[in-house]
């Protein structure tokens, strides 16, 4: 068990909708990075926070949003569903202190648009 | 933007040391290099991390050569239970403004 936990484990929506993931990180780890793990494409990075702010950016989609509150859990926000967006996305939080930094991963939510 | 190329399968015995290369040829300079495992359907697992010469823990060692344009890692005696894709990440977490770059990994199968 990393400590990241990550809500729902499973979805299953249609395209055109909106869904909403959930990400609380390790106590006391300040960042917070999404990834999107599809067949075909491998881990991709989506975009990271560190205490509120954004910090870095990734193959993120205009389509995809993400925020992180000040209790430090995130959302990633993905609207105007595709068949492609069918993927695992992973929540990773690490203490954002220095510059060796080890992600820990969460289990996932498993997204499956119909 | 540092990108890594890794073997896209291996196949191993069991009791055998397995060696994974990934190349990353611009990496930066405060970049770091970082070993992850992951079996199916669940999130990566931290294995090891360095940044030049040798690294070992109870696991896994990581040699990086000066120029510091590839790393293997390196498995000793390998189990079945080894068997799960292996992902090079190239990338300064603390750094304030990068991108993390994982490779398509190499998928391990280890043969009884």
């Known amino acids: 068990d990393s400590g990241v936990t990550q809500t729902p484990k499973h979805l299953i929506t249609a395209t055109g909708q909106r869904v909403t993931l959930r990400c609380s990180p390790r106590?006391?780890?300040?960042?917070v990075y999404w990834y999107q793990q599809s067949l075909d494409q491998g881990l991709q990075f989506l975009i990271q926070?560190?205490?509120?702010?954004?910090?870095a950016k990734g193959n993120i989609l205009e389509r995809f949003s993400a925020q992180q509150f000040p209790d430090l859990h995130s959302e990633l926000n993905l609207s105007s569903l595709e068949l492609g967006d069918s993927a695992l996305y992973f929540c990773?939080?690490?203490?954002?202190?220095?510059?060796?930094?080890?992600?820990?991963f969460g289990p996932g939510t498993r997204l499956l648009v119909l | 933007l540092a990108k890594t190329t890794q073997p896209i399968s291996m196949d191993s015995y069991e009791g055998q040391e397995v060696n994974i290369t990934c190349s990353h040829n611009n990496i930066a300079t405060n970049d770091y290099i970082t070993w992850y495992q992951q079996f199916p359907s669940q999130g990566p697992r931290f294995i090891i991390q360095g940044y030049k010469t040798k690294v070992t823990n109870e696991v896994a060692s990581l040699f990086i050569p000066a120029d510091r344009k590839s790393s293997t890692l390196s498995l000793p005696r390998v189990s079945l239970s080894d068997t799960a894709v292996y992902y090079c990440l190239v990338g300064n977490p603390g750094a304030g403004s990068y991108q993390l770059t994982f490779g398509k990994g190499t998928k391990l199968s280890v043969i009884p």
């Open positions: 926070y560190y205490n509120g702010e954004e910090r």
């Open positions: 990773a939080s690490s203490a954002g202190t220095g510059d060796e930094e080890t992600q820990y």
């Open positions: 106590s006391g780890d300040l960042s």
